[in-house]
């Protein structure tokens, strides 16, 4: 009996095999004829080691092995997509991959997502000429595409997708005119898209994507009249987009994402009436999208234009096309407002993303037509609708009564910097809630207030700011509709932006620059990077890369302010500016060939040896003038006087004459006139302005900048580099050995200082040592007894007078003072000088060494403090106080 049962399960088995079998001849199926091919595969099984139901090594291959297809006896067709090999199969994948070359007659070969490790063999091309179909995707091929494969002639679709193909595309597959499918993606090929491939007519789908292919697309790829999908994103491509890409007009697909295609969109593009999906996004795309482009794509459903560098407005024309339903315009520069509802508009789209541009205005019922939308990151002003129930996004606009918005002061630049008026969301014209802490209507009414108090600020700015020479802008308008003179004003900041130079697009300073690498840069400041770079129009700027993350919001808010009221030949030239970047603002100043001071005061003159050249004193003379003469328009050529805050060796700019340029100016701040208008400005200061120091009458804030421009005058005597940049200890050391060294009755004191590397004539020491006079005038420890700027110009201008002056007559210059010439001035704070000397000595040191911050301290500017938190600078007055009284190493002059 229990033998019995077998028997009649295989009889059963042979029965239903033979009707198969029968059924399929029937069909006209015919079992393998060549031993050769029979063998091909025995031997193809083995290396595969596939599962024995799946190619039963009895059965005839043609009848019944799964995935082979035959013709009159002949492999035509292999397919093992999707196969599993056995566990021990699958432990050392192989494939002998030779005998398919007695496979002759095979049209298809279809291993996909099988694992076939190794490299397309060279002889494919040859060996397997029926070939029609090679499907290898995700089969883990290495190696090149072998140049051989451009033979198979009948090849229709050549898939080669997700497998770590290296080399280059060869230019042999332009010969496969029947080819349909080209799927080259997720390798790693390199190189560049063969321009012959324009001879691939029938080619529907192209598919390069995800390699490293770089160069530019072949212009020739618009005569691909049937492609229909074109992938070449995440490469690496270069140049523009060709117009000729218009030509294909059966395109429904275009990907071109992730590579770095630059230029604006051509207007040939729209020659693709057929495309239904557009993706440009992240490249450096730039320009403005033409507004005849988008009502030729009367199917577009999926546009992608997302970080680029677009600017201008979106065109009308697209958010007309009725069949859209995705836009992803973020990350771009485009501005402008919403288009308002009386578009033809009419199907739904699911998705709108606008987030990271600069659009402004109102919300309007266009927004209706989305599900989801994302209008993060703009300027969207007013309040929101209340159609726009849909997914709304946004956070960081200048949106009323949502939470996550821009500052006050954002909008109010943003908007005025376009002529227009940002309504202050409204916050005046609406009663507080009742609901509303005290604090908040105090806040109301003080953001009220602060319009009345601005427009009094104003117009008291636009009266005084009129800078006896070389003011630009004398006539800066107030806020409101004007569109010619764009002038920015928000408490505390008022900018003009149309005497700032040009404003540079991101990507026109990347060009400029190459990349912000280390090659280009020439400094790390304390208020930025400086670059070099070259404009478009080939002229060499300095680019200030200013971080907001490390450096305090407003403090290019301040240098935009000086700059669009104050321009003198004395002050680094500010050629433009790019803001559009949310954490990263970029000011472009001329180039100044010969660097700065700090630089130039010893120069390698010969690459090949260390030897340094140092500046003759005629050049030193005329740096020095050159920056009082820039210090001295400050300080009293404007009408509202400026402090520069930052005066040290590195500040002074050279041009390629040695002419200064004062640079630095970040820290510059204009200084309160008279009690009434600093308490107006101290009412209206931003946080970010806050942390000025407490303002000061105007001697003691310029004082500051006097002290500071002292010790670069003894950079230049004794050519002590780096004195002027800080304060420390070993700092006040050296001005205590140094200063005593600089004396009214001894000349030849002053040799022990000059710099032993500066060749002068005799005649010349006299020059020096007034020099040095002026300086040690200038270090004065009591900020009140410093000369003015204007003085110490007019002092370095006649250096020789300063000392024979007083050298032949001291007893009239000493009555002249009262007369208030500038000789006189200097020499009256000289004498103070000498003679407070000890008393001011003594009085410092012990006001530090009680710990407490004085007035006088405190007096030394409003720049002052803001400068000592940053640079670690002098937070003591002991620390800048030389040791006084007078200790040169050499016997005291008698008369002293
Ligand atoms: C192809 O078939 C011939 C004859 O059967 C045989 O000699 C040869 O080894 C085969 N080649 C391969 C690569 O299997
Ligand atoms: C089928 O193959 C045989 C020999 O293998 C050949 O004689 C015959 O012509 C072939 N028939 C067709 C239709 O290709
Ligand atoms: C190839 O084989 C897989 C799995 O057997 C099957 O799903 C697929 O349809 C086949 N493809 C072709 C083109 O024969
Ligand atoms: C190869 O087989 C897979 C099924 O596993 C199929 O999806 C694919 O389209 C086939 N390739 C070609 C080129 O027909
Ligand atoms: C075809 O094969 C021959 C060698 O047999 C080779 O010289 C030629 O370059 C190949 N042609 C293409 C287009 O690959
Ligand atoms: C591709 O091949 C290279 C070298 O042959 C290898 O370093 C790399 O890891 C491979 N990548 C993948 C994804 O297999
Ligand atoms: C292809 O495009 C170019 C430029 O857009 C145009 O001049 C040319 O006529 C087009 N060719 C065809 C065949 O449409
Ligand atoms: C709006 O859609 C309806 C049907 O959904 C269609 O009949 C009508 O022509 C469309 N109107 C416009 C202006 O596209
Ligand atoms: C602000 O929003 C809240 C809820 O989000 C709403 O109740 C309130 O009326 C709004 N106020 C104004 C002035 O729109």
């Not at 009159?72 to 002998?96: D, E």
């Not at 540079?504 to 670059?531: E, M, R, V, W």
């Not at 200084?671 to 009434?676: F, G």
Request: aromatic fraction near 6%.
């Amino acid at each position: 009996m229990d033998r019995c049962k077998p028997t009649a399960v295989a009889a059963l088995l042979f029965v239903l095999a033979l009707l198969f079998e029968q059924s399929c001849q029937q069909q006209g199926a015919l079992p393998l004829t060549s031993p050769a091919e029979r063998l091909a595969l025995i031997r193809i099984r083995s290396s595969l080691g596939l599962r024995a139901k799946e190619w039963p090594i009895k059965s005839d291959p043609c009848l019944s092995w799964r995935g082979i297809g035959c013709r009159n006896g002949t492999v035509i067709q292999i397919n093992i997509s999707g196969f599993k090999r056995t566990r021990i199969g699958s432990h050392k994948p192989q494939f002998a991959v030779h005998a398919l070359a007695n496979l002759t007659h095979l049209e298809s070969f279809n291993a996909s997502f099988f694992a076939l490790p190794g490299k397309i063999p060279d002889w494919f091309g040859q060996k397997l000429g029926s070939l029609q179909v090679l499907d290898l995707r995700s089969c883990f091929v290495v190696g090149a595409i072998p140049w051989n494969l451009g033979n198979l002639s009948s090849l229709s679709t050549l898939i080669l997708s997700r497998n770590n193909l290296t080399g280059t595309i060869p230019s042999s597959l332009s010969y496969l005119l029947k080819l349909s499918i080209l799927d080259l993606s997720q390798n790693s090929l390199t190189g560049s898209i063969p321009p012959s491939f324009a001879s691939l007519h029938d080619l529907s789908i192209m598919d390069i994507s995800s390699n490293y292919l770089s160069g530019s697309i072949p212009l020739g790829i618009g005569n691909l009249s049937n492609l229909q999908q074109m992938n070449f994103s995440r490469n690496k491509l270069t140049s523009s987009i060709p117009a000729q890409i218009g030509n294909l007009t059966s395109l429904v697909d275009l990907d071109l994402s992730s590579n770095h295609l630059r230029s604006s969109l051509p207007l040939g593009l729209r020659g693709m009436r057929s495309l239904q999906k557009m993706v440009l996004a992240s490249n450096v795309l730039v320009g403005v999208l033409p507004d005849d482009l988008f009502p030729a794509f009367t199917r577009l459903e999926f546009v992608d234009l997302s970080q680029n560098g677009l600017v201008g407005s979106i065109p009308n024309a697209l958010w007309s096309i009725s069949s859209l339903r995705f836009v992803d315009v973020s990350g771009n520069k485009f501005t402008g407002t919403l288009p308002n509802n009386s578009l033809s508009a009419n199907a739904t789209a699911a998705a709108l993303n606008l987030s990271n541009n600069m659009y402004y205005g109102g919300l309007t019922p266009i927004l209706g037509r989305f599900r989801s939308v994302d209008l993060s990151n703009n300027y969207f002003e007013g309040k929101v609708p209340d159609y726009t129930e849909s997914n709304i996004s946004l956070s960081t606009n200048c949106i009323q009564n949502v939470t996550k918005q821009r500052t006050l002061a954002e909008c109010t630049l943003f908007y005025s910097s376009k002529g227009l008026t940002f309504d202050n969301f409204g916050i005046p014209s609406e009663a507080p809630s009742r609901k509303s802490h005290k604090r908040t209507i105090i806040l109301a009414a003080v953001l009220g207030g602060v319009g009345l108090l601005l427009l009094l600020l104003l117009l008291l700015l636009l009266l005084l700011c009129t800078c006896k020479r070389g003011f630009t802008n004398q006539r800066s308008n107030g806020v409101g509709p004007i569109p010619t003179t764009a002038v920015l004003s928000s408490p505390g900041v008022s900018i003009n932006f149309l005497s700032l130079g040009e404003a540079f697009t991101y990507p026109q300073l990347l060009l400029a620059i190459g990349d912000f690498g280390g090659g280009s840069l020439i400094k790390q400041g304390h208020s930025g990077d400086l670059f070099k770079g070259t404009v478009e129009s080939g002229i060499p700027v300095m680019i200030k890369r200013i971080s907001l993350n490390s450096v305090k919001k407003g403090s290019y808010l301040h240098e935009l302010e000086f700059f669009s009221k104050v321009s003198h030949p004395r002050l680094v030239p500010l050629l433009g500016h790019c803001l559009e970047n949310e954490n990263e603002k970029y000011l472009v100043y001329k180039y100044m060939p010969n660097r700065d001071l700090s630089s130039s005061l010893f120069r390698k003159t010969n690459p090949d040896d260390d030897s340094l050249q140092s500046l003759d004193w005629i050049t030193r003379l005329k740096i020095a003038i050159g920056a009082a003469e820039g210090l001295s328009y400050l300080h009293h050529e404007c009408a509202i006087p400026f402090v520069h805050g930052d005066v040290q060796a590195s500040s002074i700019l050279l041009d390629d004459k040695f002419e200064v340029r004062l640079g630095s100016l970040s820290e510059v701040c204009a200084h309160e006139v008279d009690t009434h208008q600093s308490v107006i400005n101290r009412f209206l200061q931003l946080p970010q302005t806050s942390e000025r120091g407490p303002s000061g009458s105007q001697t003691s804030t310029s004082a500051y900048d006097i002290f500071c421009f002292g010790k670069v005058l003894l950079e230049l005597v004794t050519g002590k580099l780096g004195i002027s940049a800080s304060n420390d200890l070993s700092v006040k050391d050296w001005l205590g050995q140094t200063l005593p060294c600089i004396n009214t009755n001894n000349k030849e004191l002053v040799t022990k200082i000059v710099d032993p590397s500066l060749i002068y004539h005799e005649d010349l020491l006299e020059e020096i040592w007034a020099v040095a006079i002026v300086a040690r005038s200038c270090l004065n420890p009591k900020p009140s007894r410093r000369p003015l700027m204007r003085h110490i110009l007019k002092a370095l201008e006649n250096p020789l007078k300063v000392v024979r002056e007083e050298d032949t007559d001291s007893a009239r210059l000493r009555t002249t003072s009262s007369r208030g010439s500038w000789n006189a001035a200097l020499f009256g704070s000289w004498r103070h000088s000498l003679s407070d000397a000890a008393a001011a000595a003594a009085h410092m040191t012990s006001s530090a060494t009680a710990g407490g911050t004085s007035d006088r301290l405190k007096s030394l500017g409003t720049c002052y403090s803001e400068g000592s938190e940053q640079n670690g600078r002098v937070d003591r007055l002991s620390e800048i106080l030389p040791e006084l009284p007078d200790a040169c190493d050499i016997e005291r002059d008698d008369k002293d």
